[in-house]
């Protein structure tokens, strides 16, 4: 999200928090949508709301056993550690979604269930590596690049920082919503963002680029962030701007249309599930 919250050097709680996410704007949610700007709509930041079925991609799992689902999974993800093509993409990143999705965005996951996270995603990159070499498809770079783009709604993170915000919301009378990573490729863009019902949101805009020794890595460093402050008749009260601090880079381990799994300089994991692009101001 990342507010996008799962990449980024440790400067202060607040801050370090808003350059992961990813993830992660709310872009297209409940019947009332609006563009963008200083507020956001309320169909889009409920916490409630943004969960069971994905409101921009349908990715959304569906509530079942962990521990069932943690059995049948290692199955899963042993079978294709020895045949990364015999079990398809699709296959192991519903299995991946149906595991993470009863975790509340990662507030509710062990210390296993983040390692067996860790596990199906890895998984989930050598099938997705393994059918494109079978397909003779492009290369990785170009596939990354191409697709890199777009809204990216947190659906699940390790990182301390943004679930202690999401957590912790109350304490700022109010509650978190949802947590963005907004990413324009071409335009060298990231915005990490947590949307806080009715109208409020912490942001933490970055530039973003290549790295040259690693296409499928992304350097950021913060240039502005922001807390926006409204009020529930989407009247805007004011903008708290905060010095930006920090820098960092993470790893697209696996991406596709629909999702995408990154892994930061910190160790931390962000799943996160692509919306169309809408930039916020």
Not at 49 to 77: D, E, F, I, K, N
Not at 242 to 252: L, M, V
Request: charged fraction near 20%; proline fraction near 3%; include cysteine.
């Amino acid at each position: 999200m990342s507010a996008s919250v799962v990449v980024g050097m440790r400067s202060s709680t607040l801050m370090s928090s808003s350059s992961s996410l990813s993830g992660g704007g709310g872009v297209v949610a409940g019947k009332k949508q609006r563009q963008f700007g200083p507020l956001l709509s309320s169909s889009s930041l409920g916490l409630k709301r943004s969960w069971g079925p994905s409101v921009c991609g349908g990715l959304g799992g569906v509530g079942v056993s962990r521990r069932r689902l943690r059995a049948s999974s290692s199955s899963s993800s042993s079978r294709s550690s020895s045949s990364s093509s015999s079990v398809s993409t699709s296959t192991l990143k519903s299995e991946l979604l149906d595991f993470i999705t009863p975790l509340s965005r990662g507030l509710d996951a062990s210390s296993e269930d983040v390692m067996f996270i860790r596990g199906m995603i890895s998984s989930l990159a050598e099938a997705q590596q393994a059918q494109r070499s079978s397909e003779d498809s492009s290369s990785s770079s170009s596939s990354s690049q191409a697709s890199l783009t777009g809204s990216w709604k947190l659906t699940f993170t390790s990182e301390q920082e943004t679930l202690f915000i999401l957590k912790n919301a109350a304490l700022f009378g109010t509650e978190a919503g949802d947590v963005w990573q907004v990413i324009d490729d071409d335009a060298n863009l990231l915005q990490n963002v947590i949307t806080f019902p009715p109208a409020g949101r912490f942001q933490v805009n970055s530039s973003l680029q290549t790295d040259e020794s690693k296409s499928i890595r992304r350097n950021f460093k913060f240039n502005q962030a922001k807390l926006v402050v409204g009020d529930a008749d989407w009247n805007h009260v004011r903008t708290i701007p905060f010095p930006p601090y920090g820098q960092g880079w993470f790893d697209n381990v696996y991406l596709d249309e629909d999702l995408r799994c990154a892994e930061d300089s910190r160790g931390d994991v962000l799943v996160v599930q692509r919306c169309p692009l809408r930039l916020f101001e």
